[in-house]
């Protein structure tokens, strides 16, 4: 009798940047992938720890070469199949379809046919047991996995959307339920009656899970996926590329256009300096850090550094000595600017095949620092100096207006403008959880679309003039304190404009600055890592 093996558990998962649908940019809906990864997570560990188990984890974005290499190994080859991302249903001749990525993470499009195609190709006829595909509208294109032979395939049905939440919940429930010893239909309607009673969770959402396939063929979904599995600990098999990054704030202001264009840009190699221009408080470091997180997910690069200029002291050395920190560089011999370079050089010339992304905030500080033009100056300087030394080396740098500062690279200038009203609309109902509460009770149930258009048309929300900061602001108010209320004939005219004026201020710039301090300092001492101000 072989003895048993680790479990493997797969998830693939799809998070385009934009959509080019007939030839005009679409914004794509967000998903809380790194809310589920989480939470998947913390069940699987649950689990290893529980029994004492070996349960490998994997996550891989969703391209077509992603996919395919997937089963190419037969070692490695996972008995589940997890997918998360968008699915669209059939329209007209168009077949139902799930979205993918492209290289340059825009939104493409795999229909049943193409899965079949692929999933038929390598280890996956024999090795998966269990496809759970967790989109919108899904049924009609996970019929190709069952039809492949997959026993077990989970699905929402061909004409649902399904919540967030609902999808997270239930995934946990399955999961918990499989590699603890209980069947596909045991999981599977434990999972849906969970589920169903959950109060926050709509009560007709649980009844859109379907489950496909015929079965181990004797016994249907009674089927124990995990009889046994051997003994050891979680791993998690993913390899990573080390972000020193802070994480995107949450709620995520999707600027999909912008962070395409500087993917592409820096994956082509078409320019290895971009610059995220635009006024304080409108976005620019949430692009920053959206595009190094997109770019070390999908292993553009083999390091990602952070460098903050706001702490930086006057003259070069201070600068040099931002830089040296954040590079990790620790070389006690290292006293001038010229042996700094020199190191540089060394270590960042590109001989040795890697690749590196620097993404550098915090410069505003030294473009207005009292000690005149100095501080800018000697910045834009040694900046230069160090793009060129290390070719290795792109360069993403938040600032109000374009750097200009190396004359043998191409500055390629992204610029970040206001928010349309309903993207004001839906990020304020994200970040005032009162608002929605109120909202959904309003007679008739509206769905979130239908209250995202009627905020959008709301005076206040239209006075926010598109801006993020403003529009957390507001939500932090409307949230904590009952005087406000966004109904209230002064809010547009008298609440937001002043809003507007703190959030677009200088001293309001230095409290985000010292609270990051404190943040990064905090986070320092507990090992940990902590979220980024937009």
Request: net charge neutral; glycine share 8%; with cysteine.
């Amino acid at each position: 009798m072989a003895a048993p093996e680790p479990a493997r558990l797969t998830y693939l998962y799809s998070t385009p940047l934009l959509w080019m649908r007939d030839g005009r940019p679409t914004m794509v809906d967000q998903l809380d992938v790194s809310g589920e990864k989480r939470r998947l997570k913390q069940t699987i560990r649950g689990v290893c720890r529980d029994l004492g188990c070996a349960i490998h984890f994997r996550e891989v974005p969703a391209t077509v070469s992603n996919f395919a290499k997937i089963f190419q190994s037969k070692l490695n080859c996972p008995a589940l199949l997890h997918f998360t991302g968008h699915g669209l249903p059939a329209r007209g001749s168009e077949p139902p379809a799930l979205t993918f990525e492209d290289d340059d993470g825009l939104l493409c499009t795999m229909g049943g046919d193409s899965l079949s195609k692929i999933f038929s190709s390598g280890h996956a006829r024999t090795a998966v047991r269990c496809v759970f595909v967790s989109a919108c509208h899904s049924e009609g294109v996970a019929r190709a996995f069952a039809e492949v032979g997959v026993p077990h395939v989970v699905a929402v049905s061909a004409a649902s959307r399904i919540e967030d939440e609902a999808s997270l919940k239930f995934a946990d429930l399955f999961y918990n339920a499989i590699l603890n010893g209980d069947t596909v239909a045991g999981a599977f309607h434990s999972a849906k009656s969970t589920v169903a009673e959950d109060p926050m969770v709509s009560a007709t959402e649980s009844s859109k899970f379907v489950l496909l396939g015929r079965g181990d063929g004797e016994h249907g979904h009674e089927e124990v996926l995990f009889p046994s599995i051997a003994t050891g600990v979680y791993k998690d098999d993913t390899v990573y590329t080390v972000n020193d990054c802070k994480t995107v704030a949450s709620p995520y202001v999707s600027r999909g256009l912008c962070v395409s264009e500087a993917f592409k840009a820096l994956r082509t190699r078409s320019v290895r300096f971009v610059t995220i221009t635009g006024p304080r408080g409108i976005g620019k470091t949430e692009v920053a850090l959206k595009l190094a997180a997109f770019a070390a997910e999908r292993r553009m690069c083999d390091r990602v550094y952070y460098v903050e200029m706001t702490g930086a002291e006057v003259g070069w050395r201070g600068i040099m000595d931002v830089f040296a920190a954040s590079l990790r560089i620790r070389d006690p011999t290292i006293t001038d600017e010229s042996a700094f370079m020199d190191y540089v050089q060394k270590r960042f010339s590109g001989q040795s095949g890697g690749r590196f992304l620097c993404v550098i905030t915090g410069v505003d500080k030294l473009r207005l620092s009292p000690e005149s033009r100095t501080p800018w100056e000697d910045f834009r300087s040694f900046f230069e100096r160090l793009a060129q030394h290390a070719p290795s080396v792109d360069f993403v740098v938040v600032s109000r207006d374009p750097i200009r500062a190396v004359s043998s690279l191409a500055e390629k200038v992204i610029k970040v403008g206001p928010l349309e009203p309903r993207a004001v609309a839906d990020l304020l109902l994200r970040c005032c959880r009162k608002l929605y509460r109120a909202e959904l009770a309003l007679d008739g149930a509206p769905s979130y679309d239908a209250i995202v258009s009627t905020l959008a048309d709301n005076p206040a929300v239209r006075a926010l003039k598109g801006h993020p900061a403003a529009t957390r602001k507001l939500a932090s108010l409307l949230e904590d304190d009952r005087k406000y209320r966004l109904d209230d004939p002064t809010m547009a005219t008298t609440t937001v404009p002043a809003v507007l004026r703190e959030v677009t201020s200088e001293h309001y710039g230095r409290q985000r600055r010292r609270s990051d301090t404190r943040e990064r300092e905090a986070r320092a001492a507990a090992g940990g890592a902590g979220g980024a101000a937009g």
